[in-house]
Every structure is written in C-alpha cells, then in structure tokens.
C-alpha cells in the first residue's frame, strides 16, 4: 500500500540529516542500501501479521557510503511480510485500520522535521 500525497515525496534532503530524522522514529537501513538507494523500515509484529513501513531514497549527488549525499526521498509504502517469500504490497492485501493510521502519523511527523531542512533544487 503506497502512501499517497504525504508531503514527502520528491523532498531533497542531505543523508546524515535523513538518517538522523528516520532513526528517531525508529525507521532504520540496516543493510538495504547501495551507493545511490537507501530504504529505512520500521517493523510492526502486531496480531494480524508482520508489516513493515518502508521509505526509499535516492541520491541525487554524492555518495550513500560515504555519507555525503543529497537525497530524494520517495514514495512511502506499507507491506505486509509472508515467510519465507517476503513483503507484498500490493492492493490484495488487507492493512488493519489502526496500522494505517499510526504509519500516517509517523509520516507526518517525519514530513514535519524533513521540510524544515529541504534542499532546493
């Protein structure tokens, strides 16, 4: 499921401030990065299944691995985890209510402290 019109999208943003903002919503990249996308996930193991809020970036100049890049964030997205196949986001799958709206709210909390560091363009 795709989060529509979260303000987020196609922001720029400097990596090491990105980075800052993801973790301090506990949205982190572990190893889902290269030397120019990252993805930050935030895991929910609730009753209905695991899901993860996912948000992907993209350089735009520099470098991911030296952390010294200017990124543009993506569309944000919610999936849903199938062992051992791996997350679906598709429109099939069903996404509990409450879910939703604590993914909305961590996004604008997300959106809230991007947009005051934006890069233009």
């Not at 679906?88 to 947009?115: A, N, R």
Request: contains cysteine; aromatic residues 12%; hydrophobic residues 35%.
């Amino acid at each position: 499921m795709y989060f529509e019109n979260t303000g987020l999208e196609n922001i720029h943003v400097d990596i090491a401030l990105l980075e800052s903002i993801m973790n301090n919503h506990a949205l982190t990249k572990e190893g889902q990065w290269d030397y120019e996308r990252v993805t930050y996930d935030r895991k929910f193991i609730i009753r209905e299944g695991t899901y993860y809020l996912r948000v992907f970036a993209y350089a735009t100049d520099g470098d991911v691995d030296s952390n010294d890049a200017t990124m543009r964030v993506m569309k944000p997205v919610l999936g849903k985890h199938y062992y051992p196949h791996g997350i679906e986001y598709g429109e099939d799958e069903h996404f509990p209510e409450h879910l939703v709206k604590t993914c909305i709210g961590i996004l604008d909390s997300i959106k809230k402290e991007v947009k005051a560091f934006e890069i233009s363009v």
